[in-house]
Nanobody, 126 residues
Framework: VQLQASGGGLVQAGGLLRLSCAAS????????MGWFRQAPGKEREGVSF????????YYVDSVKGRFTITRDKRKNTVYLQMNSLKPEDTAVYYC????????????????????WGQGTQVTVSS
């Protein structure tokens, strides 16, 4: 099993980045996908999730209206488009996959994640 995250980097406030996470080694269509982030000294928090069928999504309040999560079943890849970035978005972003009971649900709990990616650093300068 592998979740290969990419797309992080250094950007100025107001800029944009797109994170990608390529999945392999498990049945992508039966797993919800998500992104967590962890800033220095803080707990890892769930940022955005998408159900296995791609029809249900979740965003933490702090990113609503700025971030968009999508998935491409042909490429077994999930994306996180991040616009209007703020310094408080600075963190290591982790891709995650979890097996849900239905294809239209997801879980916000870290304990329900089956697989984690290696993390990609996002730094937003003011």
């Amino acid at each position: 099993v592998q979740l290969q995250a990419s797309g992080g980097g250094l950007v100025q406030a107001g800029g944009l980045l797109r994170l990608s996470c390529a999945a392999s080694g498990f049945t992508f269509d039966y797993h919800y996908m998500g992104w967590f982030r962890q800033a220095p000294g803080k707990e890892r928090e769930g940022v955005s999730f998408v159900s296995a069928n791609g029809e249900s999504t979740y965003y933490v309040d702090s990113v609503k209206g700025r971030f968009t999560i999508t998935r491409d079943k042909r490429k077994n890849t999930v994306y996180l488009q991040m616009n209007s970035l703020k310094p408080e978005d600075t963190a290591v972003y982790y891709c995650a996959a979890g097996r849900s009971r239905t294809r239209y649900t997801y879980s916000l709990n870290r304990e329900d994640v089956d697989y984690w990616g290696q993390g990609t650093q996002v730094t937003v300068s003011s």
